[in-house]
């Protein structure tokens, strides 16, 4: 079993700059071997030919200068044993003629440069499983160093970093007995040094995913704004808005340090305390993720949430331009506030977190095609655009009313049992019998009827609506 555990580090002021310089060291260094494996890459995918292999510096190609790895150009390509090297042990092998050629790199513990490019090498692995091209690391983006497993010391309150000697952490929790170290990442935020540590005990075995026999509940979960999830158990979930609770005070920040003057030391400091809004905030929205991750755990065994593009979602609207080529007006300025909100749920971070958790827990999790969820009626299956109106959910074909998210959130669940081969029937009970369309005769301008055949614990709803000159209207 393989957990994580978080303290607050309290490095002395020397530590504290001998951290901060080795993070300037190590982005440059990650930055300079990503150049190197993508010029390798490019080559191989679309190979330079002519008088020239590149026309920035002009530099001659010819099959003497090529590399001879598809993978880098930098350290050794072969092994002592005439076995070929990857791309990481090529770059490991250069990491002596670097600290020659730049002595200063000599106070980095070698493991941590062997870690940060096994981080590069992780980039690569994830670009060729479609998960993003790797991107060179400015900053903000660059700010943790990982140590290797048995390097790292604990005791008491105390920690030993090779080549930072001893450092006090708050000690929030013990570790538990029998779990041994695993690989510790330090980490920079804008309050402080962070440890991370990763611990595994053998001897416990990591839970295994329920069988589809022992499956007794299931809950869907749809995703929204005003409504961060509302499940399939009718139970809605409100969404805090940490931002928007401390923009006021976000923007007073802004304000005091955009008029420092550009370089001062008020300057950093009043950006450092506008950063440490910025942290607040996502602790407290983090917070809140894993609580509702352990809430849906104790729930049900199978957890089916909905297959949202995010990124697509809060992507910029497209330019539009009239004959004479004038842009004319698409919206953006309206969907600017939407996507702040969105930004603002983190949907693709709490999905992470109940994925995490299930695993954890032994539950499991899917995800579904959203695809008209809801504008479905979960009782005939009528798709129809007209079937919700803003929050509420009314079937023009057999007048079923009920809230339109957790709707949404029942055909969720219902598609996501379907998926998994799970009779829906027994696990959500939507069974009850909906009062069908009357025909109008005209004798009467209103007739109301209501549905009361609901199974006690049931998932809907009950179904009120009045008819009015023939159309079905919500009390």
Request: charged content about 25%.
């Amino acid at each position: 079993m393989i957990i994580a555990y978080k303290y607050k580090l309290k490095p002395s002021p020397s530590q504290e700059i001998t951290m901060t310089n080795w993070l300037s060291m190590l982005r440059s260094h990650y930055n300079f071997c990503l150049r190197d494996r993508i010029s390798a890459y490019e080559q191989v995918k679309s190979p330079k030919l002519g008088n020239y292999s590149d026309l920035k510096t002009k530099a001659p190609c010819c099959p003497l200068t090529c590399s001879i790895s598809d993978q880098s150009q930098l350290g050794e390509p072969f092994k002592k044993a005439g076995k070929k090297r990857n791309a990481y042990e090529m770059q490991s092998s250069e990491l002596p003629v670097l600290k020659k050629a730049r002595p200063w790199y000599k106070t980095i513990h070698s493991t941590v440069l062997q870690q940060n490019l096994r981080r590069l090498d992780t980039a690569f692995k994830n670009f060729f499983e479609g998960r993003g091209y790797p991107k060179f690391k400015t900053r903000q983006k660059f700010k943790s160093f990982s140590y290797p497993p048995n390097q790292v010391k604990l005791k008491e309150n105390k920690i030993y970093f090779p080549s930072l000697g001893w450092m006090r952490f708050l000690n929030s929790r013990s570790i538990p007995d029998g779990f041994n170290l695993k690989t510790v990442t330090v980490r920079s935020l804008s309050d402080g040094w962070y440890v991370s540590i990763r611990i595994e005990n053998q001897d416990i075995p990591q839970s295994k995913l329920k069988d589809l026999e022992q499956v007794k509940t299931a809950i869907g979960c749809d995703l929204g704004i005003k409504k961060l999830l509302a499940l399939s158990n009718g139970e809605l979930i409100e969404n805090p808005q940490f931002e928007k609770r401390l923009s006021k005070r976000k923007t007073i920040r802004q304000r005091r340090a955009s008029r420092k003057r550009i370089g001062s030391s008020n300057q950093k400091r009043a950006y450092a305390e506008l950063a440490r809004i910025e942290q607040k905030i996502v602790n407290q929205r983090e917070d809140h993720q894993w609580k509702i991750a352990h809430h849906l755990v104790r729930k049900a065994d199978v957890i089916i949430l909905e297959d949202l593009n995010i990124q697509g979602m809060i992507r910029k609207c497209r330019a539009k331009q009239d004959e004479n080529g004038k842009f004319l007006q698409n919206g953006q300025s309206a969907k600017r506030a939407l996507n702040r909100l969105i930004r603002d749920c983190s949907w693709g971070n709490l999905k992470l977190k109940i994925q995490s958790v299930a695993a954890k827990f032994g539950c499991i999790c899917l995800d579904v095609n959203p695809k008209f969820t809801s504008q479905k009626c979960s009782h005939c299956g009528h798709i129809q655009k007209e079937n919700r109106n803003k929050e509420r959910f009314l079937c023009l074909n057999c007048g079923f009313l009920a809230d339109a998210d957790v709707q949404a959130s029942v055909n969720i669940a219902i598609q996501g049992l379907k998926t998994l081969g799970i009779s829906h029937s027994k696990l959500l009970r939507v069974t009850e019998e909906v009062t069908p369309k009357p025909e109008m005769t005209g004798s009467s301008d209103r007739e109301i009827s209501v549905s009361l055949e609901v199974e006690p614990g049931n998932l809907q709803q009950l179904s009120l609506f009045e008819w009015v000159n023939g159309e079905a209207i919500p009390c």
